[in-house]
């Protein structure tokens, strides 16, 4: 049973999940009016703090939110440090997580391939975003696109639930980060930064529209240029694989008709707004 807790100005009510170095939590704050607004709040392990160079991610990372204006990402509201632990106050995204949504195989059939088309350019947005930003003459990746780290919203939008790997040092690359996201093992993803992300993504659509083996041998079931944007998006040789995250969202945004994106998102909030009731997740109390 879990027993609320004090947290600065917020009282913690539920812990939603456990990551690889923090944990997220809701909390309520009771503002001037008397009125309680619902909060996510990260905060790191407790080997996380212990560890100098690790709590040093951590910071690097709530840097890097706050400085990042993408729709994808979650707005950051405050940092505070409360007995040496530091934590970061977010908005609360209500929706449903994304690997959650494909274990149903009912909804998931509902779902039109523009619509996975749409999802996909919109994180192909958000690693563009990240990938603006620089640690020395480096520029920054999200390294953690995947399933389990996605959120789509009530209002039928992508989000991304934190910054993955973008502040980590090259340690962090081992074999169970490459496993967590598909990278093979002769890719280097310092060699060939913002690919990681496109691969990411590409793996990611993939999958939504049935695996690898579905879009690369039965391709008369799928748009002969979208196999083609798919096949350059998860080339491991790199020969042919896109330079940067844009150019992909740019190959994936000739398959979108601009007047039907808000009827896509709807029809995509609709599903999710049907799970929600069945399924523990974050929220989102502001508006998209």
Same mark, same amino acid.
């Given at each position: 049973?879990?027993v609320p807790f004090p947290l600065g100005r917020y009282t913690?009510?539920?812990?939603?999940?456990?990551?690889?170095?923090?944990?997220?939590? +809701?909390?309520?704050?009771?503002?001037?009016?008397?009125?309680?607004?619902? %909060?996510?709040?990260?905060?790191?392990?407790?080997?996380?703090?212990?560890?100098?160079?690790?709590? *040093?991610? #951590? %910071?690097?990372?709530?840097?890097?939110?706050? &400085?990042?204006?993408?729709?994808?990402?979650?707005?950051?509201?405050?940092?505070?440090?409360?007995?040496?632990?530091?934590?970061?106050?977010?908005?609360?995204?209500?929706?449903?997580? +994304?690997?959650?949504?494909?274990?149903?195989?009912?909804?998931?059939?509902?779902?039109?391939?523009? $619509?996975?088309?749409?999802?996909?350019?919109? +994180?192909?947005?958000?690693? $563009?975003?990240?990938?603006?930003?620089?640690?020395?003459?480096?520029?920054?990746?999200? *390294?953690?696109?995947?399933?389990?780290?996605?959120?789509?919203?009530?209002?039928?939008?992508?989000?991304?639930?934190?910054?993955?790997?973008?502040?980590?040092?090259?340690?962090? %690359?081992?074999?169970?980060?490459?496993? &967590?996201?598909?990278?093979?093992? #002769?890719?280097?993803? @310092?060699?060939?930064?913002?690919?990681?992300?496109?691969?990411?993504? *590409?793996?990611? +659509?993939?999958?939504?529209?049935?695996?690898?083996?579905?879009? #690369?041998?039965?391709?008369?079931?799928?748009?002969?240029?979208?196999?083609?944007?798919?096949?350059?998006?998860?080339?491991?040789?790199?020969? @042919?694989? @896109?330079?940067?995250?844009?150019?992909? &969202? %740019?190959?994936?945004?000739? @398959?979108?008709?601009?007047?039907?994106?808000?009827?896509?998102?709807?029809?995509?909030?609709?599903?999710?707004?049907?799970?929600?009731?069945?399924?523990?997740?974050?929220?989102?109390?502001?508006?998209?």
């Amino acid at each position: 049973m879990f027993v609320p807790f004090p947290l600065g100005r917020y009282t913690v009510t539920e812990g939603v999940r456990i990551g690889s170095m923090g944990e997220i939590l +809701l909390g309520q704050r009771i503002e001037e009016d008397g009125s309680r607004t619902t %909060w996510a709040i990260k905060r790191p392990l407790p080997d996380i703090v212990e560890d100098p160079e690790l709590l *040093g991610l #951590f %910071w690097k990372e709530t840097e890097l939110m706050q &400085r990042l204006r993408h729709p994808s990402f979650p707005k950051v509201e405050e940092v505070g440090v409360t007995n040496g632990v530091p934590y970061l106050v977010m908005e609360h995204i209500e929706g449903v997580v +994304l690997a959650d949504l494909l274990e149903e195989p009912t909804v998931v059939s509902e779902i039109r391939l523009e $619509t996975w088309v749409l999802m996909a350019s919109e +994180l192909a947005s958000a690693a $563009t975003e990240v990938h603006r930003f620089k640690r020395g003459d480096r520029s920054l990746v999200h *390294g953690d696109i995947r399933a389990g780290n996605i959120i789509i919203s009530s209002l039928g939008r992508t989000r991304l639930l934190d910054l993955g790997l973008a502040v980590a040092n090259d340690s962090v %690359w081992g074999s169970a980060q490459r496993a &967590r996201v598909g990278l093979p093992p #002769f890719i280097d993803p @310092y060699d060939r930064r913002v690919e990681i992300d496109t691969y990411a993504i *590409g793996r990611l +659509l993939t999958q939504c529209l049935g695996g690898l083996d579905f879009v #690369f041998n039965d391709r008369s079931r799928l748009p002969e240029g979208l196999v083609e944007v798919l096949r350059k998006a998860t080339d491991p040789s790199g020969l @042919y694989a @896109y330079k940067s995250a844009e150019s992909m &969202r %740019w190959g994936l945004q000739s @398959y979108l008709m601009q007047e039907k994106i808000e009827q896509m998102r709807e029809e995509l909030a609709r599903l999710v707004r049907k799970l929600m009731p069945a399924r523990s997740s974050l929220m989102d109390s502001s508006p998209e």
